[in-house]
């Protein structure tokens, strides 16, 4: 029988953990005795055919590095594929063609909710595909982790504890601004990790009144500065969230409407410092290392198993498959009224709600 030949392709945005998912499925389809070729540029790589061999050399050294020895893009879905006059074609044919061209009796795709969609409609259209999640947002219900995040709260944490000293030494309230798109998970673990005062996440609209109310709370019992930590999909109550590009729902900026909300109610000094990719690059700390190669060598035994159509996630210590229809439908938001959220209630936290 001829040997069998799996594709690895990273779409979407870059994430700590992408090289070592790539090195655990590599080096167990060598005990399935698969060949893997690497697909280059996400998606894109299947219309233009750019792959490389993938092989326990060419992949030697890339576990603790950041981004993706893939590259990757986030223009890349084939069922909307940029035509080059500012419209968009559907190639996903050409897509399917190129994978039986190539050979390609597997292909694990390794991305965020936007990769999952165009994993499962090639599924539908009969490509064998498992998906790994990955995203510094951990917004997908369907796992209780995706790598990278863990990574981006210890950039971020590290962030908070840097900004305290400045807050300490000058009287000053500091707003830290932080990646998550429309789900306040990073917010929260850095915040609560950091010993911010004041968490500001999307699923908890925030009232600038009440975020001033206990700035100056803190200067009565003595306090005389204030971490803020903001999610960038943060909104006042009955706002909107703040973009950066509407046109492409970019968000960004929200740091800087709070400190202008605030001003004019506190008689502290504040300062803005948005975060911004520092929390997506560089290496992957432990967690994500290890989740990532637990990730990637589940991905080739669902492969070798001919289990397609799933995803590998995380619940509780195990890693499981579940099918990539499930994990798009289902975002995973904050729980308001969670056991998180009451924690960091419970030690003084302020979520700009009044409560
Ligand atoms: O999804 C990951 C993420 O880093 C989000 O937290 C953020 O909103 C977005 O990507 C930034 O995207 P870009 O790299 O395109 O600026």
């Known amino acids: 029988m001829p040997k069998k030949r799996i594709g690895i392709l990273t779409g979407g945005r870059d994430c700590p953990g992408l090289n070592a998912v790539i090195r655990a ?17 996400g998606f894109e790589g299947l219309l233009t055919r750019a792959v490389v061999p993938l ?3 060419t992949i030697r050294g890339i576990l603790p590095k950041g981004g993706t020895l893939l590259r990757t893009t986030n223009r890349g879905n084939p069922f909307e594929f940029p035509d080059g006059h500012g419209g968009c074609a559907d190639r996903s044919a050409e897509v399917v063609e190129n ?30 595909i498992v998906a790994v ?10 796992t209780d982790y995706t790598f990278g995040f863990h990574t981006a ?26 990646m998550g798109r429309n789900c306040g998970w990073i917010a929260l673990f850095a915040g609560l990790a950091g010993g911010a005062d004041i968490i500001l996440i999307p699923e908890i609209p925030y009232s600038p009144d009440e975020i001033a109310r206990s ?8 306090s005389k500065f204030d971490i803020v930590v903001v999610a960038e999909g943060a909104k006042r109550v009955g706002g909107a969230e703040k973009y950066l590009d509407v046109a492409t729902r970019r968000l960004g900026g929200i740091a800087y409407q709070v400190a202008g909300d605030i001003a004019e109610q506190i008689d502290l000094e504040i300062r803005v410092t948005v975060l911004g990719h520092i929390q997506r690059g560089g290496s992957p700390i ?70």
């Open 153 to 178: 709260v210890a950039v971020a944490t590290e962030a908070v504890d840097r900004l305290h000293t400045t807050a300490e030494s000058h009287d000053r309230v500091m707003i830290l601004e932080v």
């Open 215 to 222: 700035i100056r709370e803190r200067q009565r019992e003595g």
């Open 99 to 128: 994978i039986r061209e190539l050979g390609l009796d597997g292909l694990i795709a390794i991305g965020g909710d936007g990769t999952l969609r165009i994993a499962q409609r090639l599924c539908d259209m009969g490509i064998p």
């Open 133 to 142: 999640p990955k995203t510094i947002d951990n917004d997908l219900a369907a």
């Open 25 to 41: 499925a590599v080096r167990a389809a060598r005990e399935h005795d698969f060949d893997v070729a690497g697909v280059q540029l």
């Open 55 to 57: 092989t326990t050399e």
């Open 286 to 355: 432990a967690f994500d290392r290890i989740l990532a190669t637990r990730f990637g060598k589940a991905a080739a035994d669902l492969i070798a198993a001919g289990d397609f159509g799933k995803m590998v996630a995380l619940r509780g210590d195990a890693v499981c498959a579940v099918p990539i229809r499930d994990a798009v439908s289902n975002p995973k938001y904050v729980d308001p009224d969670g056991q998180m959220v009451a924690t960091a209630r419970s030690v003084g936290v302020s979520f700009g709600d009044g409560r």
